[in-house]
Nanobody, 126 residues
Framework: QVRLVESGGGLVQPGGSLRVSCAVSGGTFSRYAVGWFRQAPGKEREFVASISFRIGITYYHDSVKGRFTISRDNALNTVHLQMNSLKPEDTAVYYC???????????????????WGQGTQVTVSS
């Protein structure tokens, strides 16, 4: 059973930076793509970023391109999401998820993912 645990959320001022991390255990990490999703109050969960399972191709939602960076450390079984130039509209619970690697997939859909973490709150406010 694959288990994912997020960490690093918190309160940050607009324009600030925060890094959230996702520790993955219970599976062969390099065989999984990992994605980040977020859900704001009253809104549906939405795709943020993903990184593929082999050579680490990255994909981003347009709203975070140029501000967020996803990366993976295969030695530590961890995926990071570095968030810069944060805006109040980035406030949400951030979830990481793991998907079996599939050639040609961009891992933008939550239906691609089999395993989910519990989420970590990110609040951007002055």
């Amino acid at each position: 059973q694959v288990r994912l645990v997020e960490s690093g959320g918190g309160l940050v001022q607009p324009g600030g930076s925060l890094r959230v991390s996702c520790a993955v255990s219970g599976g062969t990490f390099s065989r999984y793509a990992v994605g980040w999703f977020r859900q704001a109050p009253g809104k549906e969960r939405e795709f943020v970023a993903s990184i593929s399972f082999r050579i680490g191709i990255t994909y981003y939602h347009d709203s975070v391109k140029g501000r967020f960076t996803i990366s993976r450390d295969n030695a530590l079984n961890t995926v990071h999401l570095q968030m810069n130039s944060l805006k109040p509209e980035d406030t949400a619970v951030y979830y990481c998820a793991a998907a079996p690697g599939r050639l040609g997939s961009t891992y933008r859909s939550e239906f691609d993912y089999d395993y989910w973490g519990q989420g970590t709150q990110v609040t951007v406010s002055s």
